[in-house]
Nanobody
């Protein structure tokens, strides 16, 4: 699966952004998808994930209630709506596709086999 993220940018604290990830090839519609982020000097961390049919979602505690993950298998996209953004949300955001089809959403980056190039999100005070 090839993945391309878009929608990043600069926003003031309290604002919103919507990230989108477009997929091509592979078995997108049958695999869980995840969003991860990496801030300078920090390890890549889990943000949110969604299973293949959108029945199950999973969020990091730090974004729960502020971020919403969704997918459209017909359009082959997975989105991350980010509201009430904080400066600590500043990072490069990556979407990723599960290595295997049909699994529940998983927070471990090692479970994902395809990654996008990332999109920068910067939240200012």
């Amino acid at each position: 699966v090839q993945l391309i993220e878009s929608g990043g940018g600069l926003v003031q604290a309290g604002g919103s952004l919507r990230l989108s990830c477009a997929a091509s090839g592979g078995t997108f519609s049958s695999a869980a998808m995840g969003w991860f982020r990496q801030a300078p000097g920090k390890e890549r961390e889990f943000v949110a994930a969604i299973n293949w049919n959108s029945v199950n979602t999973l969020y990091a505690d730090s974004v729960k209630g502020r971020f919403t993950i969704s997918r459209d298998n017909a359009k082959i996209t997975v989105d991350l709506q980010m509201n009430s953004l904080k400066p600590e949300d500043t990072a490069v955001y990556y979407c990723a596709a599960d290595r295997f089809i049909g699994r529940a959403p998983n927070p471990g980056p090692e479970e994902y086999g395809s990654w996008g190039q990332g999109t920068q999100v910067t939240v200012s005070l």
